[in-house]
C-alpha cells in the first residue's frame, strides 16, 4: 500500500488567475526526472490525492507541481488556495514512463507540450541527461495566452546555456506575441 511523506508548503507562484505552482518540502523522494507522484491533501478525515508531474529535478530538495484549477474540480481549486505552512502530503513512490529511459539513442529529441504539461519536460532538461544524450532538442509548448507561457524564463536560461543544441518554440494560440509562434505549427514558417 502506498505510503504518505507528510509535507509543508514552502511557496507559492500565481502565474495567472487559474494557473499555479507550488514547492514542497517533505523527506527525499526518488523519482526519475518526467514521472508523478500522488497529491494529497486530509479533507473531513479522508484523503483526497491526485496524480501531479514533479517539476523540480531529482537533485532539488523542494518538490515543485505545476497546476491549473479545474472548474468544480475537487483537489485543484483547494490546492490553489493553500498557503506557506500548510500541511499537503505526496506519496512516497512516483511513477511513470515520461523519461529519458524510455527513448532510444537518436541524435535529436523532440518534446511537445500543452499547458501544463510541460512540467515534466522542465524536470527533465534541468538534468546533465539529455545534453549529453542528444545533439539538438526541440520543445513545443503551446498556450492559449501570454499568461499562460509558464517557466518561460527558464526555457530562455536554457536556450542561452545550449545556443545550438536547444530549440525552444513558444506557441501562442490566442494572441499576437512577437517571437512566439501564433498558429498551427503545421502552418507555420
Ligand atoms: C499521470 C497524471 C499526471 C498529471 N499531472 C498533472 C499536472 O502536472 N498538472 C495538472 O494540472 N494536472 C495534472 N494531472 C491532472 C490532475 O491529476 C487532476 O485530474 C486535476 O488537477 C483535476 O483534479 P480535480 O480534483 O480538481 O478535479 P476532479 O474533481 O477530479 O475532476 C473534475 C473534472 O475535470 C476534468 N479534468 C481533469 N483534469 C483537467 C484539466 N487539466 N483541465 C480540464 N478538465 C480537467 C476531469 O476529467 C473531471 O471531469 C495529471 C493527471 C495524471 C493522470
Redesign the pocket.
Known sequence: MAKWLQGTVVEQHLWCTDLFSIKIRTDPLQFKAGQ?VNVGLIIDNKR?A????L?NTPQEALLE???????????????ASLKTGDNIEVSDRS??LLTLDEIPDVPHLWLFAT???V??FLSILKTPEPWQRFEKIVLGYSVKNLEKLAYRSDFEALQTQHPDQFCFLPCVTREKIKATINSRITASR
Do not use: A, D, E
Open positions: 508523478f483526497l491526485r496524480p501531479y508531474s517539476v507541481i505545476h497546476f491549473n484549477t479545474v472548474t468544480n474540480g475537487t483537489l485543484s481549486p483547494l490546492l511513477s511513470g499547458g501544463t504539461g512540467g515534466p
